[in-house]
Antibody, heavy 121, light 107 residues
């Protein structure tokens, strides 16, 4: 069965960096774009970023553009989110979610359990 | 960027009631619209994609309609287990913007 398992969350100070990981299993990871979606405490869902199936292209939401960077290692079935210059408003549960496959636009049909990032001094 | 506007932001209805939630895109998105359900403390789950296609395993009391800019999620007979927040999301292109959510409660 499809599984997405995030890790790397924690409490960090403003201005510092953190790297999240998402380990995928149960599907052909290298065939799917992968996304990050976040949810601040008590708030709605916010789309953060996407990386193409082969890692050649990534796009970011305006709130994280220039500070966050996506990468993936298809040999390890793992997705990474490098977060720099963290701000208190980045505090959220971060979910990795599966996206489209080649030739088909798909919604987020599988999600990880989420990892909490808290940015606080 | 295309904005997604949901209404209402919350609603309270009785068990067995028909519930309708609307989602409006600021520009046309064809039928690339998904609805998610998020129960308290849980991970979001896709209910409907392509505006009207029911995800496998989702009860048939959920249905979706619309195309272009106006979309609707309907629960034909509200059940206690449907208490959740519902989000629409466009997925025609990035950013994959979500609506602000509709919290559904039992009266």
């Amino acid at each position: 069965q499809v599984q997405l398992v995030e890790s790397g969350g924690g409490v960090v100070q403003p201005g510092t960096s953190l790297r999240l990981s998402c380990a995928a299993s149960g599907f052909t990871f290298s065939s799917y774009a992968m996304h990050w979606v976040r949810q601040a405490p008590g708030k709605g869902l916010e789309w953060v970023a996407v990386i193409s199936y082969d890692g050649s292209n990534s796009k970011y939401g305006d709130s994280v553009k220039g500070r966050f960077s996506l990468s993936r290692d298809n040999s390890k079935n793992t997705l990474y989110l490098e977060m720099n210059s963290l701000r208190p408003e980045d505090t959220a549960v971060y979910y990795c979610a599966r996206g489209s496959t080649v030739g088909y636009k798909l919604p987020h049909d599988y999600w990880g359990q989420g990892t909490l990032v808290t940015v606080s001094s | 960027d295309i904005q997604m506007t949901q209404s209402p932001s919350s609603l309270s209805a009785s068990v067995g009631d028909r519930v309708t939630i609307t989602c409006r895109a600021s520009q046309g998105i064809s039928n690339y619209l998904a609805w998610y359900q998020q129960k308290p403390g849980k991970v979001p789950k896709v209910l409907i994609y392509a505006a009207s296609t029911l995800q496998s395993g989702v009860p048939s009391r959920f249905s979706g309609s619309g195309s272009g800019t106006d979309f609707t999620l309907t629960i034909s007979s509200l059940q206690p287990e449907d208490v959740a927040t519902y989000y629409c999301q466009k997925y025609d292109s990035v950013p994959r913007t979500f609506g602000q959510g509709t919290k559904v409660e039992i009266k």
